[in-house]
């Protein structure tokens, strides 16, 4: 993930802050809402349909949006002491001194948290897929401020 300026390290974002991937929840959300109308207005308009099998498709509808609202949950939400990580079905809470560093490598599909345990944590609000140039921002903010938190002395710090 190569800074914008050779050596310049970004300026760490005011907490709280979220990170989401915004546009593909956006999709993901509208796909939903779409997904919901046209198949109960399907539903709806088959002649020959008993009610039972209009509420199949009404609960098809709702099943695959539970999927993709699934799919729209994720995000990182950096707080003063420390870091949520939301994936698609897990939470987990960090202490700024658990992460050792934030990696983006190109291909990766989403951000990794290398942590003080040799573990490493995907954390799926801050991908690249349809907003590369944003997802590259929010690394280098959320490694920014995994720097600055996890330094010696900053706790005692005032943000």
Request: avoid cysteine; proline fraction near 9%.
């Amino acid at each position: 993930m190569p800074d914008a300026t050779p050596g310049a390290q970004p300026e760490p974002p005011a907490l709280p802050v979220t990170f989401r991937p915004g546009r593909t929840r956006a999709v993901l959300v509208a796909a939903a809402v779409a997904i919901l109308v046209v198949i109960t207005a399907v539903a709806l308009a088959l002649p020959g349909l008993g009610p039972g099998e209009r509420l199949s498709f009404v609960l098809t509808a709702l099943v695959l949006d539970g999927v993709l609202l699934l799919l729209a949950r994720p995000k990182v939400v950096a707080e003063e002491s420390g870091v949520t990580v939301v994936n698609l079905t897990r939470t987990r809470r960090l202490e700024w001194a658990e992460i050792v560093r934030v990696n983006l490598r190109s291909g990766d599909p989403w951000v990794f948290l290398d942590l003080g345990d040799g573990t490493s944590l995907p954390a799926l609000g801050i991908q690249p897929g349809i907003a590369k140039q944003r997802a590259l921002a929010d690394a280098r903010a959320l490694r920014a401020l995994a720097e600055d938190r996890s330094a010696p002395g900053a706790g005692s710090r005032q943000h």
